[in-house]
Every structure is written in structure tokens, then in C-alpha cells.
């Protein structure tokens, strides 16, 4: 019996590791062997000390760009994918090795960087590539200050104990060129790099004060209201079996009876129309006098859902606060 061929069912990577490609050699990454792929780094100054990785990694220490020219402007930054949006048309190929891919070297761009942070010991801060970018907000556009800036497609913070402190100025403190600070700064966040509709944040203590004010307000008309609809409703009463003394009600009485009020008290019958109109407002009344009651009680109600620090729709965030 002729026994089948062997089918290898082996991926390429897997033949490149167990050495049966003739490009067992030129490793594809896995398990951090070397990768070759096309990368580009920024141009590198004359007085630019860097660390570079074979995959457009950079650790930079320079001077800034814009006060390069002044002492006290040193700069760190660290950087991967430099003109990682088109790096082929700007690298060079010489292998399939490590060490075979030379990088080209283009005007550095913040804007064409994949991810970077750069610590700047002066500089101005809300300039991108040398010119202005940052929307100024109620901050102003900063200059000739240290600063550090991160930039990438996304930013991530995570605490894993002790929570994120964000702290703007203080007693007792000085900037970095010596100078006291004498006034503390804002906290701006702008979507979309457009300050147009730049609003302040509202406080939730302050706005439960507010709220529990409104709410207070509105309990103290609710009780105005109830106190005028109580004292309508005895008038109403009063007004509907109200009865005027008669004077031919009182003869009759003094001469049957000697007395002139033996008869209903000398005074007429009530008015039929004022009795209609009395039985009808009547019910309207105690309805009204109901839903002011259930009112107050949904007030009270509101002001403990709105406010009280347990509130299902209690405004305050139980994670962030602000001054």
C-alpha cells in the first residue's frame, strides 16, 4: 500500500522559526525579533544627543526649536512614528536585516508624529511646529515658559492608587524662572480645538444650594397659594349660606309670636343662585387643595432626589470634584 505524501500544514512564520525557509534568517517580529519596516526620524541638530530604536523609536535631548538661540531651553522628548502617516516615500531599503533600514531624516512635525512627549524648559507652549495652535480659551496663549506636552491619536491616565490630582498654583510657589506666582491658573478643556463656546463648569455644591433655594421658593408659594384657596373656600362657604335679616320675616314673627325673630332668627332664605354657585366652586376648591398638597409632598420629595448627597439625580459627581 503506497502511503500519502506528508502534507506540511505549517504557516511561513512557523517555517521561518524551525529553520525549513531559505528566509529563516529574516525574522518577522514574533516574539520581539526583529521587524523590519519602514520608518523615518526627525532631522537630527547639531547639538541633539539621541537613543534610537530600529523601529522609529526616539529619545531626544536638545534644545528647543523656538529658543534655541537662549540659554535654559533644554528639551526632552521621546517619540515613536515620526511621518507615520506616509513613511515609505521617505526611507530608504537596504535589506531584510536588522540594521538594513536607514532612516531619512524630514523637518520634525508635531502634527505628522504618531505619539510624543516633549519636556520643554522654555518654550511657547501653545504653538505647534513653530506657530500658533492651540485654541487660547480664557488662558491666553503662553509663552517663553516651560512646559510639557503629549500628543498622539489617544491619551489614557491611569491611577491605580491614590487617585489624579490636577493642581494649578499654590502659596509660596515660583515658576520656573524665579518669578512668584501671584495668580492661579485655569482649567480649559476645549473639544475640537474650538473655544467659541467656552463656558465655565458649574459647581454641584453650589448648584444644589441654588436648586434647594429654587426648591424652597417653590414650597413657599405652594403654602401661599393653599392658605388663600383655605381662606376662599370659608368666605365661599360663609357667602353661600349667608342670610339677611328680613323685615317682613320679623313683623310676622312679632305679631303670631310676639317676637320678631321666632321666625328662622327674623332672617330670609339663602339665595338659590349664590347656593349653585357656592356647590359648584366647592368641590373645585378641595381638588385644588389636594394637588397642592401632593405638590408639597413631590417637592419634598425633588429636593432629596435632586440634592441630598444620596440622590438618585443628585448633580454631584461621587468622583470628581473641582474648586
Not at 537630527?44 to 540659554?71: H, M, P, V
Not at 373656600?233 to 320675616?249: A, K, P, R
Request: hydrophobic share 35%; net charge neutral.
Amino acid at each position: 500500500m503506497k502511503i500519502p505524501a506528508f502534507k506540511d500544514t505549517q504557516t511561513t512564520e512557523a517555517k521561518i522559526r524551525a529553520g525549513k525557509s531559505p528566509n529563516s534568517s529574516n525574522y518577522l517580529g514574533i516574539r520581539g525579533d526583529y521587524l523590519p519596516e519602514n520608518y523615518v526620524l526627525p532631522e537630527q541638530a547639531k547639538s541633539e544627543r539621541r537613543f534610537t530604536g530600529e523601529n522609529g523609536q526616539c529619545i531626544s535631548l536638545s534644545r528647543d526649536l523656538d529658543y534655541g538661540a537662549q540659554t535654559q531651553s533644554a528639551q526632552i522628548y521621546i517619540g515613536v512614528g515620526y511621518n507615520s502617516d506616509n513613511p515609505v516615500s521617505t526611507n530608504k531599503r537596504d535589506g531584510q536585516t536588522s540594521g538594513d533600514i536607514k532612516p531619512v531624516f524630514p523637518v520634525r512635525s508635531k502634527k505628522r508624529v504618531a505619539s510624543e512627549i516633549t519636556v520643554v524648559q522654555k518654550t511657547d507652549a501653545d504653538n505647534m511646529d513653530g506657530e500658533p495652535f492651540f485654541a487660547e480659551g480664557n488662558i491666553g496663549s503662553i509663552t517663553s515658559k516651560a512646559s510639557i506636552s503629549c500628543v498622539s491619536d489617544n491619551l489614557r491616565f491611569l491611577a491605580k492608587d491614590g487617585g489624579i490630582k490636577f493642581v494649578t498654583g499654590g502659596e509660596n510657589i515660583k515658576n520656573s524662572a524665579g518669578a512668584e506666582v501671584r495668580s492661579f491658573g485655569r482649567f480649559n478643556f476645549i473639544a475640537g480645538n474650538d473655544d467659541s463656546l467656552l463656558s465655565p463648569v458649574a459647581k454641584a455644591d453650589t448648584l444644589n444650594s441654588a436648586l434647594k433655594d429654587l426648591y424652597d421658593q417653590v414650597d413657599k408659594s405652594n403654602s401661599l397659594f393653599d392658605s388663600f384657596n383655605t381662606a376662599q373656600t370659608d368666605f365661599n362657604t360663609e357667602i353661600t349660606t349667608h342670610q339677611h335679616y328680613d323685615l317682613t320675616v320679623m313683623l310676622v314673627g312679632q305679631l303670631a309670636y310676639g317676637n320678631p325673630f321666632s321666625i328662622n332668627g327674623g332672617k330670609g332664605l339663602p339665595s338659590a343662585e349664590l347656593i349653585a354657585g357656592g356647590m359648584k366652586c366647592l368641590p373645585q376648591q378641595y381638588i385644588l387643595k389636594i394637588d397642592a398638597l401632593m405638590q408639597k409632598l413631590q417637592n419634598a420629595f425633588a429636593i432629596i432626589y435632586s440634592t441630598d448627597s444620596a440622590g438618585p439625580n443628585n448633580s454631584a459627581s461621587p468622583s470628581l470634584f473641582t474648586t
